[in-house]
Nanobody, 117 residues
Framework: QVQLVESGGGLVQAGGSLRLSCAAS????????MGWYRQVSGKRRDLVAR???????RYADSVKGRFTISRDNAKNTVYLQMNSLKPEDTAVYYC???????????WGQGTQVTVSS
């Protein structure tokens, strides 16, 4: 069983920055593929960024060049650095872990990010 706890959300003006953190416990973190997703009320949950166990990354086109995902295996934590934020980035952001051995998928409780214009 994996537990994921997000932090770092909040209210920021357009053009500002936030860094989200997701602390994981309960499994071998270093083998997990980790990701950030976001969801606006009434819409589907969409991929923002993912980072594999070997550090390779991929991003949604809408955040390329503005967001950076990273991981610290020693701290069992994955980060999402968000720069040049736009009002359309407003959403609840969820941390995701995929265990590449068991193939189980886990979600955090979500953290609200609000970008004012």
């Amino acid at each position: 069983q994996v537990q994921l706890v997000e932090s770092g959300g909040g209210l920021v003006q357009a053009g500002g920055s936030l860094r989200l953190s997701c602390a994981a416990s309960g499994s071998i973190f270093s083998r997990n593929s980790m990701g950030w997703y976001r969801q606006v009320s009434g819409k589907r949950r969409d991929l923002v960024a993912r980072i594999s166990s070997n550090g390779s990354t991929r991003y949604a086109d809408s955040v390329k060049g503005r967001f950076t995902i990273s991981r610290d295996n020693a701290k069992n934590t994955v980060y999402l650095q968000m720069n040049s934020l736009k009002p359309e980035d407003t959403a609840v952001y969820y941390c995701n872990a995929e265990d590449i051995v068991s193939l189980l998928v886990y979600w955090g409780q979500g953290t609200q990010v609000t970008v004012s214009s």
